[in-house]
């Protein structure tokens, strides 16, 4: 195992544990002090459902739900969009977090797992601000860009789909996104991993994709159409304001 300059055994954090605090019970308290007591009902459920579910690793968790509301409000979001939806928590906190006239277009290659969610998004009566398609985001961006009425009038979009496309994501979705408006790009500390040494232990897919997210934090802080905030919420996330 690697050592630090003291000599002492470095931990590489997992991904999967749900916040980038060093400390669980810190963690916890923040969830159990003021998260879960203002946690919307329909979402409590949600969590809970997802929490049976095999993969409810990839799930948003509650603090940043509550972020993300947060967000929307402030920015009097109406036109939104996410990618990668898993079981809609994100989405769930989304849509409620919008007017009533408010959209999200809501894009994941598995509708199965959007469809364990929905009764829940139904019964919270919001559903209808969805607009889910089912299959691979990209061509989706690529139609609305060609369709040349989208540009500019998005108003929050929130990536949280397949890292190794997030570079891809963001050619397209700088120019859907409108002047003023904010992309939110989730993941973007990857378990702590963007630090670990080279001969860290890490699971073959944190590996992998490892490298996509260091390559997209760099073009990030980089691109000069956009102000960007990267906070240790969740699992990290990039908040991208446009500006040109
Ligand atoms: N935001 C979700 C939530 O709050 O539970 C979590 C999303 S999960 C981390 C990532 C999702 O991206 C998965 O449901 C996966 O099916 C989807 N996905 C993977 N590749 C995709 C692609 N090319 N286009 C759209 N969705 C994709
Ligand atoms: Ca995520």
């Known amino acids: 195992m ?10 590489h954090a997992e991904v999967g544990h749900k916040s980038l605090l060093q400390s669980d019970a810190l963690f916890q308290y ?50 939104t969009m996410e990618i990668g939806v898993y079981t809609g928590y994100s989405l769930l906190a989304t849509a409620l977090a919008l007017p009533e006239d408010g959209k999200i277009l809501a894009m994941d290659i598995n509708r199965e797992n959007y469809e364990l969610g929905l009764p829940i998004i139904e019964k919270a009566g919001v559903a209808h601000k ?4 089912e299959g ?3 061509p989706v961006l690529d139609q609305l860009i060609e369709e040349g009425t989208n540009q500019g009038t998005f108003d929050f979009i929130f ?9 891809n994501y963001h050619k397209r979705i700088i120019e859907l996104v409108k002047v003023g408006g904010l992309i939110g790009y989730d993941n ?48 990290g996330i990039t908040l991208c304001r446009r500006i040109s």
Not at 197 to 212: E, I, L, T
């Open 130 to 133: 969805i607009d889910f398609r």
């Open 159 to 167: 990536v949280d789909a397949d890292k190794d496309n997030y570079i």
């Open 2 to 11: 690697a050592q630090n300059g003291e000599g002492k055994d470095l931990k």
């Open 136 to 138: 691979p985001a990209l």
């Open 30 to 79: 923040i969830l159990e002090t003021s998260v879960y007591p203002r946690e919307p009902e329909p979402m409590k459920e949600l969590r809970e459902l997802t929490a049976k579910h095999p993969w409810n690793l990839m799930t948003t968790s509650a603090d940043e739900g509550q972020f993300l509301s947060m967000i929307l409000k402030l920015i009097n979001a109406k036109k």
């Open 188 to 235: 973007t500390l990857w378990g702590g991993s963007v630090v670990a040494p080279p001969d860290a232990p890490m699971r073959k897919y944190v590996r992998y994709y490892r490298d996509f997210v260091l390559e997209l934090n760099k073009a990030l802080a980089a691109d000069p159409r956009i102000e960007i905030c990267m906070l240790p919420v969740g699992d």
